[in-house]
């Protein structure tokens, strides 16, 4: 009737069920996935991923579920949707494949058209993303230096 | 007897799996296999149920003996307590 896996890793539930089910962990794929709120269905890898696939892999001890950039010798450029900086992923490292994901309670395939468009999107606009994340930064870095000029840290000594 | 709060059931390829959301996941790593009556049982105890109460609505449900039903309730219960899925 009921069957809890609460102590095996995510590679091994992988192995056993042909298929992990869980919650979601962190920002790195925001907008399209919430920490803690959203959960994803991932299947093991059985061939070579495919640009805008979501790989679940093993960095250190952490599971990461980023998007495929593109696929290169031996591995795979790699980033999550809401990241700036580009991972190359061994092969080996890949656990795992998103097939499906349930957000905001709502159950989407990633092999619906909308979704596609979604993560082409995504990539498409990157450029522009990281331009005006740059420009928030050195808009607030001014902010912080005016603000340091007109009120200064007062001296302790 | 009534389930914790942050346990959402999600259906994949036709098979009911429970999942931790919220502040649950950071304490709750893993999943919850469940077959058809599981996921009815687990549905019935999202809200405050006795034992009596669950074997009634399983007997409603489905077409079995009230005793195969009471074994059920309690063996499910019980595992749900043992487990500490429950409030």
Known sequence: MMESNQKLKIE????????????????????????????VVIKPKTKRLKRLDVALYKRGDAYVLHRVLYPIDG??????????????????????????????????????????????????????????????????????????????????? | MKLKKGFVIRVVGGESVVVPVGELSKTFHGMINLNETGAFLWKFYNEEHTVEEGVAALCGE??????????????????????????
Do not use: W
């Open chain 1, 12 to 39: 091994d539930v992988l192995e056993q069920n042909g298929m992990y089910v869980g919650p979601t962990v962190g920002v790195s794929m925001l907008p399209m996935l919430k920490n803690r709120r959203d959960t």
């Open chain 1, 75 to 157: 591995g795979y450029i790699i980033r999550g949707d809401n990241c700036y900086a580009d991972e190359n992923v061994p092969e080996e490292a890949i656990l795992g494949v998103l097939v499906e994901f349930f957000r905001k309670g709502k159950h989407v395939l990633c092999t619906d058209k909308k979704y596609i468009k979604y993560a082409e999107r995504r990539l498409k606009t990157y450029k522009f993303r990281r331009f005006f994340v740059r420009l928030k930064g050195k808009i607030r870095g001014i902010c912080r230096k005016i603000f340091r000029t007109f009120f200064p840290k007062k001296s302790t000594n």
């Open chain 2, 62 to 87: 489905y077409d079995v003996a009230p005793e195969q039903a009471e074994a059920d309730v309690r063996k499910f219960v019980e595992t749900l307590q043992a487990n500490g899925f429950t409030e």
